[in-house]
């Protein structure tokens, strides 16, 4: 079955009912990456997303979580030849999390090596205020023919753009993104071919209320307006991306 729209970028299993967020991306067409925070989470979202024709689950460690679950690095390990998709993963430099850096840095270079060595992985990375130190990793411990990379809520500089786009990398972008003059310039400056929609869900809010899973068609919209180009022209590119990113490797 053919997906209709893009969720490269969510937390499924964030929303009050894992099982009716699957069944909403499935009803609304969304080919939807549903990230996990640490691997104990994993089996539980694989298990549920099993005949879900348009979810699939990263295996992830979010690095703001890294100081208190640093542990689970050995079970991410022994899950990874379980799933082609890895995420959340990367670093995050933000005051809340500062402290435990150079332990994230230790966990993100073990799960680019080992991504590497498995070989074939698509991966969504974390970069807040970090995103030369992830490039720069990747330049160490990831060769770009051993996996593709798609920066989530990217907010880097047109320099950081450029480098990320001469490595392969894509980008997700989300609706909040696309209000801040920041990433108006970030859309603007991504090739269209490496551009792909993300919910970031439960994460961004409408008003009070969490976005809907699966709800790209926001994101979709003012894209079109910024670009000015029609929206059906963007809603087929995306599909065209994400096509390109998930071809065998």
């Known amino acids: 079955m053919r997906p209709d729209y893009v969720d490269f970028h969510t937390h499924l299993d964030l929303y009050p009912d894992l099982q009716r967020a699957i069944s909403t991306c499935d009803r609304r067409r969304v080919a939807t990456l549903a990230v996990t925070t640490t691997p104990k989470a994993f089996e539980r979202n694989l298990e549920l997303s099993s005949c879900s024709n348009f979810v699939r689950v990263g295996l992830g ?11 689970e690095i050995e079970l991410f390990e022994k899950l990874l030849p379980r799933t082609r998709y890895v995420g959340e993963i990367g ?39 970090a995103t030369r130190p992830v490039l720069d990793m990747l330049d160490e411990h990831l060769p770009p023919d051993r996996a593709r990379v798609v920066l989530h809520w990217f907010n880097g500089s047109r320099s950081d753009v450029r480098r990320a786009v ?22 603007r400056d991504i090739p269209k071919d490496r551009v792909l929609t993300e919910t970031d869900g439960p994460f961004i ?26 929206i059906e022209d963007v809603r087929r590119q995306i599909l065209s991306n994400l096509h390109s990113l998930t071809a065998t490797l």
Do not use: W
């Open 61 to 71: 460690l979010h690095p703001q979580l890294v100081a208190d679950r640093h542990h």
């Open 205 to 230: 809010l409408r008003g009070d209320t969490p976005i809907a899973p699966g709800d790209v068609g926001c994101a979709v919209e003012m894209m079109a307006t910024l670009l000015e180009i029609p």
């Open 166 to 187: 001469e490595r392969g990398c894509y980008f997700s972008i989300n609706e909040r993104m696309l209000g801040s003059t920041n990433g108006e310039r970030v859309l």
């Open 91 to 129: 670093l995050d430099r933000g005051p809340a999390h500062y402290r435990s850096f150079e332990l994230q840095r230790s966990i993100f270079a073990r799960i680019l090596r080992a991504c590497a060595e498995d070989g074939g992985k698509v991966l969504s990375l974390h970069s807040v205020r």
